[in-house]
T-cell receptor
């Protein structure tokens, strides 16, 4: 049973470009969580999704960031018009239920030049 | 607003000795606490958890202690092994949609 997959593992973008981060949850998991870790900080919750629904996006910046978890395919975290401050590690976690049973992916390290 | 705090960014311990990692929280609504371990270039992996109705939970070399009145928890690793060298995150849950993480403590176990 494969774990949570994230790709790409490393992503370099120039300011103003778009970044798309993908997350494939563990088999049988229908709950996906996205976290961001800025340098020297802990993981900060961004968004919680179930299939085709955003359940809680209270941690998402109001502009430029969006997330989806379609019926088929991976969850996508999309950042439009990236800025240098978006440089961080973005972790996805999946769960069969609540966040107390999350399994994390290896993360995507986004670097904005 | 950092609701979960790990005030020691790093800790070095000799192999075989006890490692004690500390975590403080401010939100009295937290009722479940977790510790995660993270190696470089990997995602966090769950280590051990404790419910607020308990004050201690033990799993092999790992024990978590919870002091609700002080809003403090600690993770004890004994005996410490070089493979325990990693960043340890404390996390707390209110029962809602997300976990709140501390900033992490980097543990180095010296052979």
């Amino acid at each position: 049973n494969a774990g949570v997959m994230q790709n790409p593992r490393h992503l370099v973008r120039r300011r103003g470009q778009e970044a798309r981060l993908r997350c494939s949850p563990m088999k049988g998991h229908s709950h996906v969580y996205w976290y961001r870790q800025l340098p020297e900080e802990g993981l900060k919750f961004m968004v919680y999704l179930q299939k085709e629904n955003i359940i809680d996006e209270s941690g998402m910046p109001k502009e430029r960031f969006s997330a989806e978890f379609p019926k088929e395919g991976p969850s996508i975290l999309r950042i439009q018009q990236v800025v240098r401050g978006d440089s961080a590690a973005y972790f996805c976690a999946s769960s069969p239920g609540g966040p107390d049973t999350q399994y994390f992916g290896p993360g995507t390290r986004l670097t904005v030049l | 607003d950092q609701q979960v705090k790990q005030n020691s960014p790093s800790l070095s311990v000799q192999e075989g000795r006890i490692s004690i990692l500390n975590c403080d929280y401010t939100n009295s609504m937290f009722d479940y606490f977790l510790w995660y371990k993270k190696y470089p270039a990997e995602g966090p992996t769950f280590l051990i958890s404790i419910s607020s109705i308990k004050d201690k939970n033990e799993d092999g070399r790992f024990t978590v202690f919870l002091n609700k009145s002080a809003k403090h928890l600690s993770l004890h690793i004994v005996p410490s092994q070089p493979g325990d060298s990693a960043v340890y995150f404390c996390a707390a849950w209110t029962g809602a949609n997300n976990l709140f993480f501390g900033t992490g403590t980097r543990l180095t176990v010296i052979p």
